[in-house]
């Protein structure tokens, strides 16, 4: 992708369900959760890199022992570092311990990370906040065990203010508005409700308190808990957490906006934001690792249960499709095939750019992501040109000598790997302010393939701001000498802000945005950027579910095509000598490519929760009026 937007986060639940002597016996050591752990996170290394934490909890301790332990890295190699650090400390423990060596019990009585129960989970800073305090998993500790909780997750939640409020009239003093915070100690405050209303039921019962604490672990209805947590959420999010006496859990938004996947057997319970990286890890097959419902927990008690509880009344599917386009790992095997396909579906549109003349085009991508909806731009030009072979030998069958029909048979699409990419220059490793500067330097070309008389055809995943293509991209490949540069998008035109975990929460960074206003302004018509703004403010104090997207406003006035023309009008440096065109996919054969990922709002300004439109409004106002704020 060329230009790279920072997103997403992954999270990895692990329960051993067996004694830790049985892994110790049948995989030759007790440490193999951290083990797991390790290759959990790192097949999820995609999902981020600002920064990388593990807890985890080890089951039926006495009292006096450590039973919960949490490492929290933003270094620059995240994951390496909370993993070598946990290394460090596992090796010195035996080191000086001899007699830990083949005692399991001895282990997980002193050595850390020897549990049963783990929590992982990767980040990008949707925000730019990397400090290691903004490091998931977060703890909220306490001295009963039970009223102990850890939570992580890839969320954002588009009402925080609402939810901080919530804490405050429920006589609370958060320490920050984080929305992750926010959400903790929503989980905690109906945590406490429960384990107080189980100590009165025990205390009825004849329990003492030291009695009743297995017990309140035992009935704790983690359900009950999330349904009364959750209840004003509005966001996307796929949440995990930890109760210190052992229950799990992951939590998925109704609308099924960010992702989660489980498998079960009967050594293990693992939960992950992409299915195959448990494929991988665990070598099982597609089939057996499912997909979590929106609305619904997988809940994991301490003695092993596990069951599928419905938390959130579900809503329509709206699973994010830039899962599909860009941000999970291609290995899955329907996110291959739907890649293919997006690369499929555009082919007509690149047929009639280069006016059908595949004999004098090169087609390529932009590394790396964008190199599977390449194979189907491939395969749908071969099909074509197979097709146009077809024809001529059925036109000349009677003419055709064995020579005739060599040549027709040569002819093949020129298919080259033109961009190559520069990994020490990644663009998102770079603040906003020095980004411009490395972006010129991130892809190298490749000379001596393209002819002057050729079109040159590239595709990416998805043009979000246009920096990279304007800086770095359109120069380089006119470097080439083509006599037209064709760049493809696999996505459609991204026309609005995300509120749900990527970074594209300013409306004014959308190149389609700046397009439509250009486009406006050229025309007579920029009164409507002045009566959006008017209607948005109007609406500032109405209900989530009554706030209207009029933002939409904007692009009205204007066909695809014609955003499409101006966008490649602005990203087309002034030098170039190439004539520049740029094809968008359309949504209709987005949703025909990803028909189980049909979140779109990104393209149509459709927001699947009441919150998304309050968002967009306000990120609009925030441009009108020139403030540099986040939106929600």
Same mark, same amino acid.
């Given at each position: 992708m ?7 986060? $992954?999270?990895? *639940?692990l329960?051993?369900k ?6 110790k ?5 007790a440490?193999?959760?951290?083990q797991?752990?390790?290759l @959990?996170? !790192?097949?999820?290394?995609n ?14 301790? /006495? ?5 919960i ?9 995240p994951?390496k ?24 019990a &001895? ?6 990370? &020897?549990?049963?129960?783990? @929590?992982?989970?990767v980040?990008?800073?949707?925000? $730019? ?15 009963w065990?039970?009223?102990?909780l ?5 969320f ?31 989980i ?9 209303e ?14 009743a ?12 808990? *999330? ?13 995990a ?10 939590l ?9 996947y489980f ?14 990286v448990?494929? #991988?890890?665990?070598?099982v ?17 301490k ?8 938390v ?6 709206k ?8 941000f ?5 095997a329907?996110?291959?095939?739907e890649?293919?396909e997006?690369g499929?579906?555009?082919f007509p ?5 280069i ?23 491939s ?21 055709l000598?064995?020579d005739?029909?060599?040549?027709? *048979? ?9 961009a ?6 990644? #663009?998102?490793?770079?603040e ?5 500067? &490395?972006?010129a330097?991130?892809?190298d070309?490749t ?41 493809v998008?696999?996505?459609?035109q ?16 959308l ?19 002045e ?19 009029y933002v939409?406003?904007i ?16 990203l087309?440096? !002034?030098?170039?000598?190439?004539a ?7 949504v209709?054969? &987005? ?5 189980? /990922? *049909? ?10 929760t ?6 967009? /409004? ?5 441009f ?5 704020a986040?939106?929600?």
């Open positions: 060329s230009d790279a937007i920072q997103h997403e986060c $992954g999270i990895a *639940l329960r051993l067996k004694p830790l002597e049985f892994y016996e049948k995989y030759g050591t440490f193999y959760g951290v797991k752990m390790y @959990l996170m !790192e097949k999820q290394h999902r981020g890199q600002d920064g990388a934490g593990l807890a985890s909890i080890k089951l039926d301790v /006495n009292p006096g022992e450590r039973y332990s949490r490492i929290r890295s933003n270094d620059p190699q994951i570092d909370i993993f070598a650090q946990i290394n460090d400390r596992i090796s010195r423990e035996l080191e000086e311990h001899p007699e830990y060596q083949d005692n399991v &001895l282990q997980k009585q002193n050595i850390p990370y &020897l549990g049963e129960v783990f @929590l992982g989970h980040r990008y800073g949707t925000f $730019g906040k990397n400090s290691i305090e903004s490091v998931h998993p977060f703890l909220r500790q306490n001295n065990m039970h009223r102990n850890i939570v992580a997750g890839n954002n939640m588009t009402n925080v203010k609402e939810l901080f409020q919530n804490l405050i009239d429920l006589g609370q003093h958060p320490k920050q508005m984080a929305d992750t915070v926010t959400v903790m100690e929503k905690g405050h109906f945590l406490d409700d429960e384990v107080t189980l100590y009165k039921q025990c205390k009825l019962e004849g329990f003492s308190k030291q009695e604490s297995p017990i309140i672990g035992e009935r704790l209805n983690v359900q009950r808990i *999330l349904e009364r947590a959750s209840r004003n959420f509005d966001g996307g999010y796929a949440m957490g930890l109760f210190g006496h052992g229950d799990s859990f992951v998925r938004d109704p609308a099924g906006i960010r992702p989660a498998y079960e057997d009967d050594e293990i319970v693992v939960v992950a934001s992409e299915r195959p448990i494929q #991988t890890v665990f070598n097959p597609f089939e057996k690792v499912q997909e979590l419902t929106p609305g619904s927990a997988i809940i994991i008690k003695n092993g249960n596990v069951s599928i509880q419905e959130r009344t579900p809503l329509i599917k699973a994010c499709s830039f899962e599909r386009i860009y999970s790992r291609g290995s899955d329907e996110i291959y095939r890649r293919k997006l499929k579906l555009i549109s690149v047929l009639k750019a006016d059908n003349d595949t004999d004098n085009t090169v087609f390529s991508f932009i590394p790396n992501t964008a190199e599977t909806s390449f194979y189907g731009m395969e749908a030009a071969q099909d074509f040109l197979n097709q146009r072979k077809a024809k001529m030998i059925i036109e000349q069958k009677d003419t000598t064995e005739t029909l060599k040549e027709l *048979l040569s002819v093949k699409i020129r298919t080259e790997k033109i190559i990419k520069d990994a020490k220059l990644r #663009t998102f490793i770079t906003d302010s020095s980004r411009d500067d &490395l972006v330097h991130v892809y070309v000379y001596g393939v393209v002819k002057p008389t050729d079109n040159l055809v590239i595709i990416d995943d998805s043009i979000v701001r246009g920096t990279t293509l304007k800086q770095s991209i359109i120069k380089m490949m006119d470097r080439l000498h083509p006599k037209k540069i064709v760049v998008s696999s996505a459609p991204i026309r609005y802000p995300d509120c749900y975990g990527i970074d594209m929460a300013k409306l004014e960074g190149v389609a945005f700046r397009a439509a206003l250009d486009l406006l302004k050229e025309r007579n018509l920029y009164h409507i950027v009566e959006v703004y008017q209607k948005s403010k109007a609406q500032e104090d109405f209900s989530d579910a009554d706030v209207v997207n939409k406003e692009y009205a006035p204007f066909t695809d095509q014609e955003i499409s023309d101006k966008i490649a009008e602005m087309t440096p !002034e030098d170039t000598k190439a520049v065109k740029i094809i968008y996919q359309t209709e054969d &987005l949703h025909k490519a990803c028909p189980k /990922n *049909l979140g779109d709002w990104y393209f149509t300004g459709d927001y699947p009441d919150g998304g439109n309050r968002v967009v /409004n306000r990120a609009f106002m925030n009108y009026e020139g403030k540099d986040r939106a929600y």
